[in-house]
């Protein structure tokens, strides 16, 4: 996925929700939602309190990387 198409949070944002993850990369939620039933969803989300995250740097380098599957992203440096 090109890096022009990613929607840059303001600087300060270290980590977005799955609809603020969804518009950085320009996709629907329910597109997100279905990679990620597909294992297309490489970034893993962390949970603050009871709420799922995704960093904002893990997004981009995922995106920059070309968005590779879950099993591709995890072993060469996704979040553990």
Do not use: Y
Not at 40 to 51: C, D
Not at 69 to 80: E, I, N
């Amino acid at each position: 996925m090109p890096t022009d198409t990613l929607i840059t949070p303001s600087a300060d944002v270290l980590a977005v929700d799955i609809a603020a993850a969804a518009r950085m990369l320009g996709i629907s939620e329910s597109h997100w939602f279905a990679l990620r039933r597909a294992g297309r969803w490489g970034p893993r989300p962390i949970k603050i309190g009871r709420s799922c995250r995704f960093l904002v740097s893990e997004l981009r380098a995922w995106a920059e990387a070309g968005a590779l599957s879950a099993a591709q992203w995890r072993p060469k440096g996704g979040a553990p």
